[in-house]
């Protein structure tokens, strides 16, 4: 259950950009309840890239709206940056599996959105947006309409418009599930880049065990349903200069994959509670 308001945060997870204690998550369907997460323990460094990958219906995407605020756990606790997490916030930017953008909009209004809603402005929006669009590769197209731009570059559009409020977390719920395979590798990069360059903290969610590879600084494999950690490990490969070239690339993927399987056991030690 979320912490009563006297329950003190611990200094480890009032530490860390993400903080999860004993998260367990159940809900229903037809008429039975289903666990879909069981104690999840992790501190989320800032700065971090964590790559949460698992099979289907592990709790992958549960556990992503739980730190955004779009759930709350049936028991535990989450915090980010010490304070518990009860609703959506600025500090979190969110990117789904589908754009999402207003297709009435502008390319430049749609990344401004968040931030004329929160009372920004327009003199100070517009400096924001330009910056945005030439960090994700769109400062030619800002004038044009959703529609009128690519499945990748709709995406790149997401991105920016998550990063406009400039939130310290930016959480991605499989953003190139839906992409063609080369589309997905140039997006890849740009998101890495983009890490790289911004020092956000990231927390990414994947099917993909090549992505986990690449991009997660720490990578986390759940266990199916319900979700446990059985992989918790750092990687240094996502600051590599070609990190699909680098030989730890093809260790760190075979791996992930046994941990997805179930036939290999973490080299690591655990996860830290709090």
């Known amino acids: 259950m979320p912490p009563r308001p006297e329950q003190a945060v611990p200094d480890s997870a009032a530490a860390a950009a993400v903080a999860l204690s ?22 989320v460094e800032p700065g971090e890239a964590l790559a949460v990958v698992g099979p289907s219906g592990c709790g992958k ?19 980010v940056g010490g304070t518990p997490v009860t609703r959506p916030g600025p500090d979190r930017g969110v990117v789904f599996q589908q754009p999402r953008l207003f297709p009435w909009l502008s390319v430049r209004a749609n990344v401004a959105y968040g931030l004329r809603e929160a009372g920004v402005p327009r003199r100070s929006r517009l400096p924001r947006v330009e910056e945005l669009l030439d960090l994700v590769g769109l400062g030619d197209v800002g004038g044009l309409r959703p529609y009128e731009l690519s499945g990748g570059m709709q995406q790149r559009a997401a991105i920016a418009r998550a990063l406009a ?4 977390i930016l959480l991605l719920d499989e953003p190139f599930a839906a992409l063609d395979a080369l589309t997905r590798e140039r997006l890849q990069d740009e998101l890495r880049r983009i890490w790289l360059r911004t020092g956000k903290t990231l927390v990414l969610v994947t099917h993909s065990v090549d992505e986990a590879a690449l991009l997660g600084s720490r990578i986390v494999v759940l266990s199916p349903r319900p979700g446990t950690v059985v992989l918790d490990q750092r990687s240094e490969l996502p600051r590599a200069e070609h990190p699909r070239t ?13 941990a997805v399987r179930g036939d290999a056991r973490p080299a690591d030690p655990a996860p830290v509670h709090i």
């Open 22 to 43: 004993g998260v367990r998550h159940q809900y229903r369907a037809r008429g039975r309840g289903v666990l879909a997460l069981d104690g999840i323990d992790l501190l």
């Open 246 to 258: 680098e030989p730890e690339f093809a260790r760190r993927r075979e791996q992930i994959l046994a």
């Open 61 to 79: 995407s549960t556990l992503l709206r739980m730190i955004a605020g779009f759930l709350r756990p049936t028991h535990g606790r989450i915090t």
């Open 165 to 168: 409020p400039d939130p310290g």
